[in-house]
């Protein structure tokens, strides 16, 4: 075993927008995950319902190297990838069901390759509300 291969709480995906960053650390406070690696892409999870493989590769080498036994996909309110708030036409409840249709998206097609790792769907607001998706 090399170095770089050692295990992991978990791993996250989630957008690049620096105004979740405190609220992803509550999340994983709650979720008791202290050594996850990071996957931080515009958009999140956007990037896999559109089918691209890129963040399927990210995940598979996290998984590969560091047998993380969960997987937090985050997504977030008036997130630049989807177009902002205005998107949804600035209707809060409209925005996180679509975004939560997403995590829905990406969690099925992640299960399928990855079917031993819990998956937890988190969404946030930009207020720091954290709110864990079912
Ligand atoms: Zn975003």
Redesign the pocket.
């Known amino acids: 075993m090399s170095d770089s291969n050692f295990k992991w709480d978990g791993v996250i995906l989630r ?1 690049i ?1 620096a105004r979740t960053s405190d609220a992803v650390q509550v999340a994983l406070q709650e979720l008791n995950l202290h050594h996850c690696d990071v996957i931080s892409v ?3 999870v956007k990037n896999i319902v559109e089918e691209s493989l890129y963040l399927l590769s990210q995940v598979e080498i996290s998984h590969r190297l560091h047998s993380p036994a969960v997987i937090v996909l985050f997504a ?1 309110e008036d ?3 989807y177009g902002g708030s205005q998107t949804y036409g600035k209707d809060p409840v409209r925005e996180q069901k679509a975004h939560e249709q997403e995590l829905l998206h990406a969690a099925k097609v992640i299960h399928s390759r990855f079917p031993d790792m819990k998956i937890v769907k988190v969404y946030l607001c930009l207020s720091g509300e954290v709110h864990f998706i079912d």
Do not use: K
């Open positions: 957008c927008d515009a958009g999140s977030h997130c630049g990838a």
